[in-house]
């Protein structure tokens, strides 16, 4: 799955909504998004809108695809999602993409600490084998005088 990230979670629930509201929704039946920049002067036509809109939800129509909560159909032109009722109803119901969002946090803050314990294993891990062997030294070094000490007084 793609990593979501904090500002599409809004869009991806409007999806979502009203593909359960209508069944079948085509993405040129969603809102025109914010971001697309429109200036007074400029006439916009209805193909260069649905031609926007379809840029813009691309994205969001393979979230929703990988997450296999609803039915996408994504081509060049024609971008349409289907809601499987129950599925899609109980996603909703559990959570939506924000709880989601949350899960992925907690793996990704669950990873970073695997991360720093490997980091700090891999240090450990470096100074055992440059201390070992001075230490084993040490070890065979007093065996052999209390060897010595033990043999000189018998």
């Known amino acids: 799955m793609k990593q979501l990230h904090k500002e599409d979670i809004e869009e991806l629930d409007y999806i979502i909504n009203a593909c359960l509201e209508k069944g079948i929704i085509d993405a040129t039946e969603l809102r025109l998004p914010n971001i697309v920049k429109i200036t ?4 916009i036509s209805e193909r ?11 994205r969001f129509f393979v979230i929703i695809r990988n ?9 060049d032109f024609d971008m349409k999602i289907e809601s499987i009722y129950p599925d899609t109803n109980r996603f ?5 993409f924000k709880k989601l969002y949350e899960v992925q ?22 100074w055992t084998k ?12 007093g065996l052999i005088i209390a060897l010595w000490a033990l043999f000189r007084t018998w």
């Open 67 to 75: 997450c296999e909560i609803a039915i996408v159909s994504t081509e």
């Open 48 to 58: 260069r809108a649905n031609r926007e809109k379809i840029d813009y939800y691309k």
């Open 130 to 141: 440059k201390t070992y062997w001075w230490t084993f030294g040490f070890a065979i070094a």
């Open 92 to 96: 909703i119901e559990d959570g939506s």
């Open 40 to 43: 007074v002067d400029e006439e």
């Open 105 to 126: 946090l907690q793996k990704e803050a669950y990873q970073k600490t695997i991360e720093k314990g490997n980091i700090a294993s891999a240090t450990n891990s470096i």
